[in-house]
């Protein structure tokens, strides 16, 4: 169930697929570029917590800091702030495509690939705040702590959600933000206070936030070691820490399709610390790919709009796939590699389509009746 930040339930409506308390944004409507608040995907591993932002404070801690500061929200709205848009993705996104396209199901929320959402986010550079703190040169790693009840599975307790962050991406362009598209951040998703990292698995953008513990050394988290980490045949060391996205690709509605009569496929395509460089339509299951036309803004960790016109010669089943390469070389693959818990299904998307009938040869040759929707 969704709250709004004073923990008053708020309705959802159509926009969403459920998945206990999590929702993910549907794509059979159309999605617009800046995700609005209220159909961005939420993935809470306990629930919101209610903030009295006046007694609030944001607690800068830890051996990597001179001395021990905190932030309430004016003082940190009194930095400079900046405003950004990127996404902010959830490493499982899509994870329901390993069993839809590979055929091996992965545990876990079964995501298709809605979790996923781009807003415009305003804040000021973690980097400012940990400096003003009197961050050391040998600082390491921070770790930032949401506010949250402590995530309790199978009766352990493995204490408030948090995450590693190393130095350099800390000190690059993670953000302390507090609006989302122009209004404070809804219960949801952070309220008053949350991390975004742009471009890196969502687990690393902590909501609510309460603490960041700034170290000399490395400390862990289950959240880096046990969870959000690839684990299985194949994975290990540093293979197997999860941070920058890979790039993704999907077609949007398509409308009705029809043979011999042109349509114009839409879609959009993303990836984490890049732009898109191209993406790439195939209508024939992956033999032969043509470029589509990209579209609007093409931010780096966001979302591109593309478009390409086609007109199918034949009525029947087809198979439209799309792919994405990014601004650092990485191209979709055919299949994304396995692991136990499904992360990152970046693969290229299949997309089942039906063509409907000339409805030029259906008229002349007097069918009655409206052809067959698309799929
Ligand atoms: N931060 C806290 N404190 N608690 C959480 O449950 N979920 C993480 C991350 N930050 C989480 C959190 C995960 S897994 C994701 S994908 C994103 O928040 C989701 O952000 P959203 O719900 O605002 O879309």
Redesign the pocket.
């Known amino acids: 169930m969704l709250r709004d930040h004073r923990d008053r339930p708020v309705d959802g409506g159509d926009w969403f697929l459920h998945h206990g308390t999590d929702v993910e944004t549907r794509w059979d409507e159309d999605v617009p570029h800046l995700t609005p608040n209220d159909r ?6 306990t629930r919101p917590p209610v903030v009295d932002v006046e007694t609030w404070r944001l607690l800068v801690t830890g051996d990597g800091v001179s001395g021990e500061a905190t932030y309430s929200l004016a003082e940190l709205q009194a930095f400079t702030s900046t405003t950004v848009e990127r996404a ?1 993705e ?1 490493t499982g996104n899509g994870r329901k495509l390993f069993a839809d396209q590979q055929g091996a199901a992965r545990p876990g929320t079964q995501w298709g690939l809605g979790a996923i ?1 781009v807003a415009r986010w305003t804040g000021v550079p973690l980097r400012t705040g940990l400096r003003h703190a009197g961050l050391r040169d040998d600082a390491v790693q921070v770790m930032p702590v ?1 506010l ?1 009840d402590p995530f309790v599975e199978d009766g352990v307790d493995h204490g408030r ?1 948090r995450r590693p962050l190393p130095m350099a991406k800390a000190l690059d362009d993670a953000l302390i933000a507090w609006e989302m598209n122009g209004e404070p951040l809804p219960a ?3 309220f008053p206070a949350r991390l975004i990292v742009p471009g890196w698995v ?2 690393a ?4 936030l309460g603490e960041l513990r700034v170290t000399t050394s490395v400390v862990d988290s289950p959240w880096n070691t046990t969870w959000y980490r690839m684990h299985g045949e194949g994975w290990s060391g540093d293979d197997a820490v999860l941070d920058v996205m890979p790039p993704k690709s999907i077609l949007d509605v398509t409308g009705r399709l029809e043979a011999g009569r042109m349509s114009v496929l839409r879609g959009r395509a993303w990836s984490g610390e890049a732009t898109v460089s191209v993406v790439e339509l195939s209508t024939d299951g992956g033999a032969t790919w043509q470029e589509t036309t990209l579209t609007g803004p093409n931010e780096p960790s966001s979302w591109v709009e593309w478009e390409h016109a086609w007109t199918p010669s034949q009525a029947g089943p087809h198979e439209l796939v799309t792919r994405a390469t990014d601004s650092r070389g990485r191209r979709q693959p055919v299949q994304a590699p396995l692991n136990d818990d499904g992360y990152l299904f970046w693969a290229a998307i299949r997309h089942p389509v039906t063509v409907a009938e000339s409805s030029l040869v259906s008229s002349r040759a007097g069918t009655p009746g409206r052809p067959p929707p698309v799929d």
């Open positions: 961005f995907f939420v993935r809470n591993h902010l959830c959402g949401g949250d959600v949801d998703h952070g969502g687990i953008s902590i909501k609510w």
